[in-house]
């Protein structure tokens, strides 16, 4: 389900791997703060190849709140040293490959989250850049039916929706309720609850206009957050999946015995928190979902950015009303 339309689509790109330059554009902020401090700069210094890294060239990005909420300083504990070039997703080709990287080549058209842990030292150098370098284990090959906007879209989440289920001990015949079921994580938690691990029932949360959206990921039943309350109601699920901080209701809506994913905001037992632990191994995983269709990246329409808009593009995020990913295109 890609709600842009497909001319603003990336279905085609060229790269010349020829010739990496040492400098290039790239969004960066020299201090913690609102969406102002983010300055466009065209002399950052093109990151060096680790031997088990590939530079990739980027051909898009995409946003995640871990983004801003880091950019705001709440991550300051455990971030890397500032300057920061923000951005964990990319979609891109590969033009320089480390000594050790045996899986990947020049050419190789990839996607993925370039941080492994995405609070614990994320990269300096991240993917809101014409370059970024990354560790081969963190990639994947792009799904070939999807465009790089489409690919950009998707590791962060779809890692976050993945890990969360498995975490969740989720499978076969098992009912699930998802919170915040349109944002960015939610609308794949409701595609691969159903698709990849065969829930009996998915219901998800919404306002009223993205009702439709969440029944056509595969939502049995979606609920209007600005008419009803999910406490109210008579279900009960095995998983509830928390995208949005609601957890002491959360913990209300369980049955007996089952789990709930906090991603954000108070845990309430027997709910738990996780944070995403990149791996190019799911993403190679989940590709024949993605490759027969049965999982679509869920674009924003107010996007494609391109790369001179990124404020806009955050400002935007930010709002807490975008409708699956914001993505950054042509970088
Ligand atoms: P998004 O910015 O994509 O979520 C936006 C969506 O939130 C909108 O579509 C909006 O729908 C919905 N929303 C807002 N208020 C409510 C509400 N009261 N009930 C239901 N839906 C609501 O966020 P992401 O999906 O990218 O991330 C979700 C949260 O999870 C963030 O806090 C993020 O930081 C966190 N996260 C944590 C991770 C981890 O590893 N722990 C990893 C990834 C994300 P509407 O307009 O209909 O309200």
Do not use: C, H
């Amino acid at each position: 389900v890609s709600a842009s339309s497909s001319s603003k689509s990336a279905t085609k790109t060229t790269v010349d791997s020829s010739t990496v330059p040492s400098q290039m554009k790239a969004w960066m902020y020299d201090e913690y703060g609102g969406v102002d401090v983010l300055k466009f700069s065209s002399d950052v210094t093109v990151p060096s190849v680790e031997d088990d890294q590939v530079l990739v060239k980027v051909v898009a990005a995409a946003l995640n709140p871990v983004d801003f909420k880091r950019r705001l300083g709440k991550f300051q504990a455990t971030d890397s040293a500032l300057p920061t070039v923000p951005g964990y997703d990319v979609a891109g080709v590969v033009v320089k490959v480390g000594k050790k990287v045996t899986g990947l080549k020049v050419g190789d058209e990839v996607y993925g989250d370039i941080s492994e842990k995405a609070l614990d030292g994320p990269k300096q150098s991240g993917s809101l850049a014409e370059y970024t370098a990354v560790e081969e284990k963190l990639l994947a090959l792009k799904p070939k039916n999807l465009d790089f906007v489409q690919a950009a879209s998707l590791p962060l989440a779809i890692e976050t929706a993945y890990e969360g289920l498995e975490r969740a001990g989720f499978s076969e015949g098992k009912s699930i309720l998802v919170l915040n079921g349109a944002g960015g994580v939610g609308s794949l938690v409701i595609q691969l609850a159903k698709q990849v691990f065969g829930a009996s029932k998915v219901a998800a949360t919404s306002s009223t206009s993205k009702l439709e959206l969440l029944k056509s990921l595969g939502a049995d039943l979606a609920i209007d957050y600005t008419k009803e309350d999910f406490e109210q109601l008579p279900d009960k699920y095995d998983v509830v999946y928390d995208a949005i901080g609601q957890g002491e209701k959360a913990a209300k809506v369980v049955k007996e015995g089952g789990s709930v994913v906090v991603l954000t905001g108070a845990v309430t037992p027997p709910g738990f928190r996780f944070v995403v632990t990149s791996t190019g191994s799911t993403l190679t995983k989940l590709n024949p979902y993605l490759e027969s269709g049965k999982v679509k990246a869920v674009i924003d329409k107010n996007g494609p950015f391109p790369f001179d808009r990124v404020k806009e593009a955050f400002s935007y995020l930010e709002t807490s009303r975008a409708t699956g990913k914001v993505v950054v295109y042509p970088v």
